[in-house]
């Protein structure tokens, strides 16, 4: 059936709709970014390079709060300064499998050598801070001639979002305004400059580089139109268009279209309930505390204020005169009564302030997890090994949720879309046309769907919560083995190493697989059998030795025993 609206009205009807949906969050959100981030957000078009002050705030705690979380958050999961994930299979026996581990140990040297050439971890902090003060944030992640993939986040405000059936989010859209010089650098590389607006071309070949054009850009499955303008392979899943907005005279323009086989756009939220587009953060549990703290502020200011330089009263007859309050100063007039006096004496308690603002402070610390991540060094006494070790599994399973939506939302198509575009590199060079950057895989991998496992600092701090608990069992049971020895069947040695290995992210190949466990067994078990084979016959040596140093004729007990010495009496 012919679609009833153009395609640029159903782009701009869907914008439009998403934007409306969008409406109730906005004022949220510019509260959240003036009390924890001052330098983010975009709410309009024209907020472009723009240098004015924005960070109002007297007291920043906020920000240190905030800045520790993400710096947290950076080095706990993403580090790019150790492994973070590894690639593995369901099968654990087939993950094992030399050919099989090899190849995905290849598999991660590439994944870690494309992320640290790309801007990936110069990007990550800022969805980090975008997640945890707004509670939603989103990147886009494109394919990239010189480093593979580029990365590229965004702001409050300036995109929007809309979620499918399954809840998942599966939509972008933008509006945002570049110079004349960008949109034709990026859209045209100088060639075609058909795709133009008239308006914009004109001021291009009037050298006004610097003259702003409007964009728009959704990205959305490719099911939700069907306009002939917007035709791709049958292998694209989604469609991304960009278009100059404000041109009706040249609505069959577009400035590309682009097709991509899977979502382009990571949109982490910190906690969301399960029919919202936005999530909810952290910053919005701290939003009261930070505004409470700036007016301890400027009430303790002007208490300190007050007491340095109290108001005071003084005669009329000195209302025209040169009149000087500062410290030391000689003022002269014929009024002998003339004097300045305090209207009320000033006894602030700032001790008492100071202690309501470090309550403050506390709570907001503890909801931005700043306890948990400086625990050991804010530590105010001395403290066991176990205690730390309790206290962290304490906080670890507070942050528990937050990671894995994170990995869920984040991490894991991130993984997916790398590794997806290696691959697509990778395939021509494996039919010999073409390089390779990923060896060709196993056979043995033939569809089968790999599993990632995050190995970060906090995920594995996650996992030492059973690991504790294993540790703990497996010393109780050698106890009292001394009790009962036959106790020590229970444990399954094999099983526990295997756990403790990956629980704590133990590199595969420090880890011998079943079949290598097995030979080592077996040639082991092969030398033990020989060693006693010799001993056996190094005793039936000796033996033999013993018995032809006993004399066969006489009395004796040999000669009893084989019936030699009574013959002979």
């Known amino acids: 059936m012919k679609p009833t609206l153009t395609a640029r009205q159903h782009l701009n009807r869907r914008i439009g709709d998403m934007r409306a949906e969008q409406s109730s969050w906005i004022p949220h959100w510019k509260d959240l970014i003036a009390n924890f981030a001052p330098r983010r957000g975009k709410f309009s078009e024209s907020d472009r390079n723009n240098g004015n002050k924005r960070n109002f705030l007297i007291n920043n705690t906020p920000l240190f709060a905030k800045r520790t979380l993400v710096s947290g958050l950076m080095t706990g999961i993403t580090s790019p300064a150790r492994p973070w994930f590894r690639l593995s299979t369901p099968d654990a026996e087939l993950a094992n499998f030399g050919p099989v581990r090899a190849w995905l140990d290849d598999v991660e040297k590439m994944m870690y050598r494309v992320f640290a050439s790309s801007n990936l971890y110069k990007c990550l902090p800022t969805l980090y801070e975008e997640t945890s ?18 990365f590229t986040p965004f702001s409050a405000g300036e995109y929007m979002l809309d979620i499918n059936g399954d809840l998942r989010v599966d939509t972008f859209a933008r509006e945002y305004q570049q110079t004349v010089y960008q949109v034709a650098s990026k859209f045209t590389d100088g060639e075609d400059l058909s795709k133009l607006s008239t308006a914009t071309r004109t001021n291009l070949d009037n050298s006004n580089y610097s003259a702003t054009v409007s964009i728009k850009h959704v990205i959305e499955p490719v099911g939700m139109s069907d306009h002939e303008e917007f035709k791709l392979p049958d292998d694209f899943k989604w469609r991304s268009v960009y278009y100059e907005s404000g041109k009706a005279d040249e609505a069959d323009k577009f400035l590309r279209v682009k097709g991509y086989r899977d979502f382009p756009i990571h949109a982490p939220r910190w906690d969301a309930k399960a029919d919202d587009t936005y999530g909810f953060s952290v910053g919005m549990d701290a939003l009261g505390d930070s505004r409470q703290l700036q007016v301890q502020e400027k009430e303790k200011g002007k208490a300190i204020a007050k007491m340095v330089a109290p108001p005071v009263v003084a005669p009329g007859s000195l209302k025209n005169e040169s009149i000087s309050l500062l410290p030391g100063a000689a003022n002269f007039t014929d009024d002998a009564n003339a004097a300045f006096k305090p209207i009320y004496q000033v006894n602030p308690q700032v001790d008492h302030l100071n202690m309501d603002i470090r309550q403050t402070e506390d709570r907001i610390n503890r909801a931005f997890y700043v306890d948990l991540f400086l625990m050991i060094s804010q530590q105010d006494d001395v403290r066991t090994a176990t205690e730390i070790a309790a206290r962290q599994e304490e906080k670890l399973l507070q942050l528990g949720p937050v990671l894995e939506g994170l990995q869920d939302d984040l991490l894991d198509p991130l993984i997916d879309r790398t590794f997806d575009m290696l691959v697509r590199l990778s395939e021509p060079g494996w039919k010999g046309t073409g ?3 990923l060896p060709p895989p196993p056979p043995e991998l033939q569809g089968v769907k790999l599993k990632v496992e995050y190995i970060s600092i906090l995920a594995q701090a996650q996992k030492l919560v059973s690991t504790g608990a294993m540790e703990r069992w497996v010393g109780f049971t050698g106890q009292l083995a001394a009790l009962k020895p036959d106790v020590l069947d229970k444990i399954n040695g094999d099983e ?27 040639a082991r078990a092969e030398q033990e059998q ?5 001993a056996q016959m190094a005793a039936m040596v000796d033996s033999a030795k013993t018995l032809g140093d006993i004399p066969t004729t006489g009395n004796n ?11 002979q009496q």
Do not use: C, S, W, Y
């Open 133 to 150: 003060v707004i509670g939603t944030a989103a990147m886009i992640q494109e394919e990239d001639f010189e480093t593979i993939t580029r």
């Open 435 to 437: 390089p390779q950057l």
């Open 496 to 522: 526990i190493t295997d756990i403790m290995a990956e629980d704590l992210g133990v590199p595969v190949k420090a880890v011998n697989g079943e079949d290598e466990v097995t030979e080592i067994r077996k």
């Open 530 to 534: 020989q060693m006693q084979m010799q």
């Open 557 to 567: 007990v040999l000669n009893d025993v084989v019936g030699v010495g009574g013959a």
